[in-house]
């Protein structure tokens, strides 16, 4: 089992910036890929960003393209979040999630889920 624990979320006005961080437990040596995903209220999860095992191959949501940035520490299984110029439309829970496989942009493809972390972007 791989247990996924985010922190970081907050409130900031828009331009402004947040870090998630993403820490992994567990079988964490069996984990290829993990990517960020995030819910609005009353919408569906959706795709953010995802990156593979080696940090090789990257993928983002056109939404967030040139603001949001992800990386990985594999010595520290953690993964990083890093977004810039928030806007009100970036507020939403945002999971952390993996996967034992190559990236993906699908959320049915990812095993394993954190909790959330609130992000609150006001205008």
């Known amino acids: 089992q791989v247990q996924l624990v985010e922190s970081g979320g907050g409130s900031v006005q828009a331009g402004g910036s947040l870090r998630l961080s993403c820490a992994a437990s567990?079988?964490?040596?069996?984990?290829?890929?993990m990517g960020w995903f995030r819910q609005a209220p009353g919408k569906e999860r959706e795709f953010v960003v995802s990156i593979s095992l080696n940090a090789g191959v990257t993928r983002y949501a056109d939404s967030v393209k040139g603001r949001f940035t992800i990386s990985r520490d594999n010595a520290k299984n953690t993964v990083l979040l890093q977004m810039n110029n928030l806007k009100p439309e970036d507020t939403a829970v945002y999971y952390c999630?993996?996967?034992?496989?190559?990236?993906?942009?699908?959320?049915?493809?990812?095993?394993?889920w954190g909790q959330g972390a609130q992000v609150t972007v006001s205008s």
């Open positions: 999630a993996a996967r034992f496989g190559t990236t993906s942009t699908s959320l049915k493809e990812y095993g394993y």
């Open positions: 567990g079988r964490t040596s069996y984990i290829f890929s």
